[in-house]
Antibody, heavy 121, light 112 residues
Framework: QITLKESGPTLVKPTQTLTLTCTFSGFSLSTSGVGVGWIRQPPGKALEWLALIYWNDDKRYSPSLKSRLTITKDTSKNQVVLTMTNMDPVDTATYYC?????????????WGQGTLVTVSS | QSVLTQPPSVSGAPGQRVTISCTGSSSNIGAGYDVHWYQQLPGTAPKLLIYGNSNRPSGVPDRFSGSKSGTSASLAITGLQAEDEADYYCQSYDSSLSGRRVFGGGTKLTVL
């Protein structure tokens, strides 16, 4: 059974850097074809894909946020870390991590429970 | 503005059939990339509903079905039930701008 759980601060100040950790079990990020992605959802709004890292350390970023995002993995700890710089109140959202197979054209399944991050001074 | 366009809301009475459209372009759905669908019940994380245009994961009732044609895809729900009231999102791959995964803007399904 695959499970994922997000962790990190619930409140960050504007201009700060957000660091979120996704801790997973039930699969290995060293298995060919496997990836872990990050998706966020502002309150009452739609899902927005942020980034994805593959088993071979290949990385993908949302073009609109690429300059602010970094995704890394620690295979030995079964963790994926997302950092987002220069946080703004518009970045207030629930941040999800999710497992992905089948490369770039694949889907996300399952998802973590999500963690709400509020950006406010 | 989402890359994939969905109607903001749809509604139907119990037992009825509803469809939710997902319209893209030649750089995503129209290019042949698969469409996947998610159901998000209130206050919960999204759950995979349909993958690869028309495939149901284990445990998803056959009341849910997906299809794709041209630059659009559709999710159909038959025999509507109260517990189907949720937000539904489509997702695909877009080959523009270095390639990325894209979501639709979401559709709120109300069971009357």
């Amino acid at each position: 059974q695959i499970t994922l759980k997000e962790s990190g601060p619930t409140l960050v100040k504007p201009t700060q850097t957000l660091t979120l950790t996704c801790t997973f079990s039930g699969f290995s990020l060293s298995t060919s074809g496997v990836g872990v992605g990050w998706i966020r959802q502002p309150p009452g709004k739609a899902l927005e894909w942020l980034a994805l890292i593959y088993w071979n350390d290949d990385k993908r970023y949302s073009p609109s946020l690429k300059s602010r995002l970094t995704i890394t993995k620690d295979t030995s700890k079964n963790q994926v870390v997302l950092t987002m710089t220069n946080m703004d109140p518009v970045d207030t959202a629930t941040y999800y991590c999710a497992h992905s197979d089948y490369g770039d054209y694949g889907w996300f399944d399952p998802w973590g429970q999500g963690t709400l991050v509020t950006v406010s001074s | 503005q989402s890359v994939l366009t969905q109607p903001p809301s749809v509604s139907g009475a119990p037992g009825q059939r509803v469809t939710i459209s997902c319209t893209g372009s030649s750089s995503n759905i129209g290019a042949g990339y698969d469409v996947h669908w998610y159901q998000q019940l209130p206050g919960t994380a999204p759950k995979l509903l349909i993958y690869g245009n028309s495939n149901r994961p284990s445990g998803v009732p056959d009341r849910f079905s997906g299809s794709k044609s041209g630059t659009s895809a559709s999710l159909a729900i038959t025999g509507l039930q109260a517990e189907d009231e949720a937000d539904y999102y489509c997702q695909s791959y877009d080959s523009s701008l270095s390639g990325r995964r894209v979501f639709g803007g979401g559709t709120k399904l109300t069971v009357l």
